[in-house]
């Protein structure tokens, strides 16, 4: 009698557990539904007719999924002032002035930062402007034509058919981690949903380290299952996607040597990259570059340097404020070089 009154009282405390948890489970997905609902029709509204955002797919231009609309707007604490030639920089007239050498710097969202005087491109300008003898010889213009995003597909697209009215003297070509790897069409929804999106259960990220730590590792891992299945569902591997990032590359290379500009390529190592202590970052573009006849400058060995965890953010890719003043030191270092000697003409 006793071993059975044991089980019924064991029976009935695994019957409270259990709907004490699916109580729980359903006041948690109670939250998560009401989160959800509520990005939704944010996003909708968000997304209606594309008012709010600084990016636009009506761009005209064959082979851009998208650029930069002309104006100001300030979204989740960023600044975006775009200039009326589409890109994220100060104002400036499409003609060259005369004995200026003009440098653009191409790349995705590596050269930018959500304040713009942070970014090593703004940086490398003011170092230049301290410069006596390249401000003597004419002064070097520096334009910052990068893109949230970019791919060298659609950077390739830029070039033909927005930077070469420029006529750029230099172009920096910023090369992202990514850059051979991901070069798919661009979903400019997908943009949008995390430049605006409110992470679920906010109030637990924003106060739980521990919260925080495993939203984060879901999230990559559930962005690394999706990629996973997409590659298998469609067939894709790596090797098709360099080649396919080569077609383009090779094409930015040749439009820009027809056009008289010189050209440097800049590979960016990930984070992780430098802990595993390699040689070269992205060495099948570094060597692809160098056959085709342009010299390439891999970061890695410069940043190996510095103390690796303070010039990356958090997500390994991505540079601080003081890896972009780092880069915009080495850079200079790397274009007075290449700049015309005084009194020359350009």
Not at 232 to 248: A, C, E, W
Not at 300 to 306: A, G, M, S, V
């Amino acid at each position: 009698m006793s071993t059975l009154t044991k089980d019924t009282t064991g029976k009935r405390m695994f019957f409270k557990l259990s709907v004490i948890l699916c109580q729980a489970i359903l006041i948690a997905a109670g939250f998560e539904g009401g989160f959800r609902l509520y990005e939704s029709l944010r996003m909708k509204f968000l997304l209606k007719k594309n008012n709010s955002s600084p990016m636009t797919i009506e761009s005209g231009l064959q082979g851009l999924n998208y650029e930069w609309k002309p104006g100001n707007y300030a979204i989740n604490g960023r600044v975006y002032n775009i200039n009326s030639h589409g890109f994220r920089w100060r104002e400036f007239p499409t003609n060259k002035p005369f004995d200026v050498f003009r440098t653009v710097i191409v790349g995705d969202s590596i050269p930018s930062r959500p304040i713009l005087e942070n970014a090593f491109p703004f940086k490398l300008e003011n170092i230049i402007k301290q410069d006596k003898d390249i401000e003597q010889n004419g002064g070097c213009e520096i334009i910052d034509a990068s893109v949230e995003a970019n791919d060298m597909r659609r950077e390739y697209y830029q070039l033909k058919h927005k930077l070469l009215k420029l006529k750029p003297d230099m172009i920096i070509l910023a090369v992202s981690p990514n850059d051979s790897v991901f070069i798919e069409k661009f979903n400019q929804d997908s943009v949008l949903r995390d430049q605006y999106k409110t992470r679920h259960l906010a109030f637990l990220y924003n106060k739980s380290l521990l919260w925080r730590k495993m939203y984060d590792r879901l999230s990559t891992l559930k962005s690394s299952i999706k990629d996973k299945v997409a590659r298998k569902s469609t067939g894709i591997i790596d090797n098709d996607l360099f080649d396919r990032y080569q077609i383009y590359f090779n094409k930015f290379i040749t439009m820009s040597k027809e056009n008289g500009i010189k050209l440097t390529p800049v590979i960016f190592p990930t984070k992780k990259q430098m802990k595993n202590g390699r040689e070269s970052s992205q060495p099948r573009i570094y060597n692809f570059a160098h056959e085709l006849g342009v010299n390439a400058i891999d970061m890695i060995e410069t940043l190996k340097k510095y103390n690796i965890d303070a010039i990356y953010e958090e997500d390994g890719i991505h540079f601080t404020d003081k890896g972009h003043t780092i880069i915009a030191k080495e850079l200079y270092g790397y274009i007075k070089p290449l700049l015309p000697p005084a009194g020359h003409s350009l």
